[in-house]
């Protein structure tokens, strides 16, 4: 695929990671009076809503990828607010930033070869996400629950680059949508079987909630998860995994903006290196510099 496809890519990319960097402390307010599988659901319920319109022709190929994409994405969710849940909204987000090293060391071990670059820049992220997340309380059960999402996330950013290189590679409009409708899905068939509360009461509470819900539900979940299919057919998994790495210094500023949770002066270096990951990581060496960065998707 040609620069100018790739560079967009990006740029979609980053703009869903600023957004995805204030959805911890919104989460984090909302799980005071919302549990896990309810936030699920009534966040995605509206995202699918607005969505929904995009599934008219959708291909047997595009349901088995959206379906498959979709489930891991709602493990690696339900982890993650369970883990926000029981920890800072700062330090759900450090973790969840691991997966900037877990992408390249999944795809290096499926055969991948990993540009000199984008090791470095991974390496850098790494080490920020560290010293970001460097505080005096001990590591917690809601850490190693995010963690195994972070995990979990890894996978699901690399299920995108499969589809994007599928004959015929489905259509990222269609993906977001069958990713919506699987968390709606999933959410509510977990909400009727394990939550004592009824369909009303979760009604009533949701309405102490809307400005966050309309927020998470809408822009977020409906159009971000749309922007970022569409960026991740053309962009490598590894790439949009050092992207994904700023979301921890968004949401660092989010948190402070909005639930007044302070940085100490070692984070503040933490975000400065995984920024210098990111820029280091779309270096290109110049026996490389003809390589394309994902097979060309057609029809988009």
């Not at 009533?204 to 809307?210: E, G, N, V, W, Y």
């Not at 700023?246 to 270096?269: K, S, T």
Request: hydrophobic share 55%; with cysteine; proline share 3%.
């Amino acid at each position: 695929m040609g620069g100018g496809s790739h560079r967009k890519g990006l740029a979609a990319l980053l703009l869903v990671t600023v957004a995805w960097g204030t959805t911890f402390p919104a989460m984090k307010q909302l799980s005071g009076d919302l549990g896990v599988l309810e936030i699920i659901l009534l966040r995605f319920a509206l995202s699918s809503l607005v969505l929904l319109p995009l599934l008219r022709g959708l291909t047997w190929s595009e349901l088995r990828w959206g379906a498959a994409i979709g489930s891991t994405l709602f493990c690696a969710f339900y982890l993650q607010v369970a883990g926000l849940a029981l920890t800072s909204s700062n330090r759900n987000a450090f973790v969840t930033g691991l997966n900037v090293l877990i992408v390249p060391m999944l795809a290096f071990g499926l055969g991948q070869r990993m540009r000199w670059p984008v090791l470095v820049g991974a390496a850098l992220a790494v080490l920020g996400l560290g010293a970001m997340f460097y505080e005096q309380a001990p590591w917690s059960r809601g850490d190693t629950l995010t963690l195994v999402s972070a995990f979990v996330y890894a996978v699901y950013i690399l299920m995108f680059e499969f589809s994007a290189r599928a004959k015929p590679a489905p259509r990222p409009a269609r993906l977001a949508v069958m990713q919506s409708l699987c968390m709606l899905l999933l959410s509510a068939m977990g909400f009727a079987w394990l939550e004592s509360a009824s369909w009303s009461d979760l009604w009533l509470r949701a309405q102490q909630h809307r400005a966050s819900l309309l927020y998470l539900g809408l822009l977020v979940g409906a159009l971000m998860v749309w922007l970022q299919a569409w960026g991740q057919h053309r962009v490598r998994a590894v790439e949009a995994a050092i992207v994904y790495g700023l979301e921890p210094v968004f949401a660092a500023l989010a948190a402070l903006w909005w639930i007044d949770e302070v940085l100490q002066g070692r984070a503040l270096l933490g975000g400065a290196l995984i920024v210098l990951g990111v820029v280091i990581s779309q270096m290109k060496s110049v026996s490389e510099a003809g390589d394309a960065s994902v097979d060309k998707v057609k029809n988009q």
